[in-house]
């Protein structure tokens, strides 16, 4: 009787599992609306890692502009008689240089910057140079400002040049406008004094006057616009274990990155000896980049502003000396960085100086900052003991910015089961969850939010991307298992507040950490897998999720779903439903979508993202290599037919 109920509950179970293999019925319930997705869903977490800032995004073509790196020449080639003096005119960058007479008519005297890994010239582009200039003795001197090519076999490496008059005694900004002649992708800067006169030079600098949206201290276009292309709907920022520094001394402080660009002091980069593989010496902060241009930038790409704040301790992976962390009793200063901040973003000029600053800067209109986020990877109980006097005082006067705490570095683990509940009691409005994951994680993970308590607070994924294959790259399998993970985000958009993926940005001649999500050098720059899937995601956000499943279940992944992830949202400005299906299996899958509450036939498209080779990946000289295809198709309602091909990330668009 016993073996008898065995066969037959075998055979209930092969019957079942051959329907599966033939069709996936998806039931889409178009008719219920779900939780409402945050607006702030996908978006962007920004760290000056591989040369993001200075050397990226940051238009500064200039190294060392300042004189102020601990080798003050570094960057920097000196012929001639030069001089570094200290007593300049920007009292946190008092370095600068005099140059002279060399004593020899044929020998000149100047100086030429190298930039960052070269500087990138394109022919016909206009460059903006700059200078704040004196003449010691009085009078007037000339010098002579020469974008180069330093391995031309041309007779002249200059190929452009201009002169520039000085003038008096008193420091003045000198500016002169260079068209390049030619395109050089590591060129250099070259300044040279003429005759025999003496000449004051400090903040050295070199923009491309077609910056984003055309500001002066402005921002590399063509990576301010892939970032405007994500429509990010949140802007972490400044990092990362930037904000922590490798000690107290080098955490990041945001109010060294406000004002005037000449007096914002240098700090180190924490990612220049970090990887004794990937060694960086010269890798500073210019600050160039700096609070008020992050605010301007996440406004004119229309996403909330996110700032990260140091809670007080130095880097607990890398600095375990006492001095690493502020005792409790002394964090004052660093709850005022908080305070201060939320001034910045979102106070009366008329009544607080940080606001002021904001209006002398050009925005005198707040900025509208709503989170803030306070410490990066933390964790331990000292992290709760930091971060509880911060939390008390901003709740205090600001009750209506939500704080940001953390589950310390990893996604699961000791670390992550203490911090969890601690946030809860400590009444975080979100927590940052970092996740840097294998392959087997991401298929594994589809599930990982459907069980997350609905009260409390939120998640945000600050951090996160796919690590596969046997080496840190961004191939398009990695892409596709972000997709497939994102499913489950889309799905738990009532317990997933925002997620960001990370790193941003790296020069493929500066990187220390990969992958990321768009790759530059000094002229190019390609968006990489991971980029497309990202815009996939937030080019169809929705509005409010709409509840999808297979015999059930969420599609995630499970064991008896043959490889797919899917979720589903409507969006009530489109007017459409997005509905997304990830097959990271081997083979084709079909699958009827049973759209509960449509009828009849219904345009729409759909967006394919699929690549030939698992590991392909775009590139400098390919950068449109592996990009989504759209197609415009008809839908049939109630239910409707599709094959999905392996390996592919497919978004259906289905107006309403
Ligand atoms: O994204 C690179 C680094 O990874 C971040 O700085 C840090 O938060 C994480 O460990």
């Not at 429509?231 to 955490?251: K, M, N, S, Y």
């Not at 953390?406 to 911090?419: A, I, M, Q, V, Y």
């Not at 489950?488 to 220390?512: C, I, K, S």
């Amino acid at each position: 009787m016993k073996r008898q109920k065995l066969i037959m509950t075998l055979a209930t179970m092969l019957v079942g599992m051959s329907a599966w293999a033939q069709s996936h019925e998806f039931l889409v319930q178009t008719n219920k609306l779900g939780a409402p997705i945050p607006s702030t869903m996908y978006g962007i977490f920004f760290e000056d890692i591989n040369y993001a800032a200075d050397g990226g995004l940051y238009g500064e073509l200039v190294k060392n502009r300042s004189f102020e790196f601990p080798d003050h020449y570094m960057g920097w080639s000196v012929f001639g008689n030069v001089q570094l003096k200290n007593d300049g005119p920007f009292d946190k960058n008092p370095h600068y240089i005099r140059v002279g007479y060399s004593g020899h008519s044929d020998k000149f005297s100047g100086v030429e910057n190298e930039g960052y890994f070269g500087i990138g010239y394109e022919q016909g582009a206009e460059y903006r140079f700059s200078v704040w200039a004196r003449c010691p003795q009085g009078g007037r001197a000339t010098i002579r400002v020469m974008l180069c090519d330093p391995s031309t076999m041309e007779e002249r490496q200059q190929f452009t040049e201009q002169q520039v008059n000085i003038e008096g005694s008193e420091w003045k900004k000198y500016t002169a406008v260079l068209k390049a002649a030619k395109t050089v992708n590591k060129g250099t800067l070259r300044v040279m004094l003429r005759g025999n006169g003496q000449a004051d030079l400090e903040h050295i600098s070199l923009f491309p006057v077609k910056t984003w949206k055309g500001h002066e201290n402005g921002m590399r276009q063509d990576l301010a616009q892939a970032l405007a292309d994500l429509h990010p709907g949140v802007f972490r920022f400044p990092g990362g274990c930037i904000v922590e520094g490798t000690d107290l001394a080098t955490r990041y402080q945001w109010k060294n990155s406000v004002g005037p660009v000449e007096n914002r002091p240098l700090n180190e980069n924490r990612w220049h000896y970090t990887f004794d593989y990937r060694f960086f010496p010269d890798y500073y902060q210019s600050y160039g980049l700096g609070f008020y241009e992050y605010f301007l930038l996440s406004e004119e790409i229309g996403s909330e502003p996110l700032p990260v704040i140091s809670v007080g301790l130095a880097c607990q992976f890398q600095n375990h000396s006492e001095s690493a962390h502020v005792p409790v009793d002394e964090l004052q200063p660093y709850i005022d960085d908080v305070l201060d901040l939320i001034e910045f973003a979102n106070g009366d000029p008329a009544t607080n100086s940080w606001a002021k600053l904001r209006a002398d800067m050009g925005h005198p209109a707040p900025f509208n900052l709503k989170y803030v986020a306070i410490g990066n990877e933390q964790w331990g109980q000292t992290y709760i003991d930091h971060l509880q006097p911060f939390v008390d005082q901003v709740r205090k006067k600001y009750p209506n910015i939500k704080i940001i705490g953390t589950s310390g570095p990893n996604s699961e683990g000791e670390d992550f089961d203490f911090l969890w509940p601690e946030m809860r009691k400590i009444g975080a409005d979100l927590v940052d969850e970092h996740f840097y994951r294998p392959e087997t994680w991401f298929l594994q993970s589809g599930n990982r939010y459907d069980n997350y308590p609905r009260k409390g607070p939120k998640v945000f994924a600050g951090e996160y991307a796919c690590h596969g294959r046997g080496k840190k790259w961004n191939h398009f399998n990695a892409a596709l298992l972000e997709a497939a993970f994102l499913t489950g985000v889309e799905r738990n958009a009532d317990v997933v507040e925002m997620a960001t993926y990370a790193p941003l940005f790296a020069h493929v001649e500066g990187w220390q950490w990969r992958p990321d999500m768009i790759w530059y050098d000094n002229l190019r720059s390609f968006r990489s897998c991971s980029y497309q899937v990202q815009q996939m995601y937030s080019l169809t956000k929705g509005t409010n999720v709409v509840p999808l499943t297979m015999a059930g279940k969420p599609v995630a992944g499970n064991s008896d779903q043959d490889g797919l992830f899917a979720s589903a949202n409507f969006d009530k400005a489109a007017n459409c439903y997005y509905i997304k299906i990830v097959n990271t299996g081997d083979k084709a899958q079909d699958v009827t979508l049973n759209l509960k509450g449509m009828k009849g036939e219904h345009s729409g498209s759909v967006t394919t993202f699929h690549a030939d080779n698992l590991d392909g990946e775009n590139t400098l000289d390919q950068p449109h290599r592996y990009e989504p295809v759209v197609k415009p198709i008809s839908i049939t309602a109630p239910t409707h037919n599709v094959s999905i091909p392996a390996k592919t990330f497919a978004v259906y668009k289905i107006e309403k």
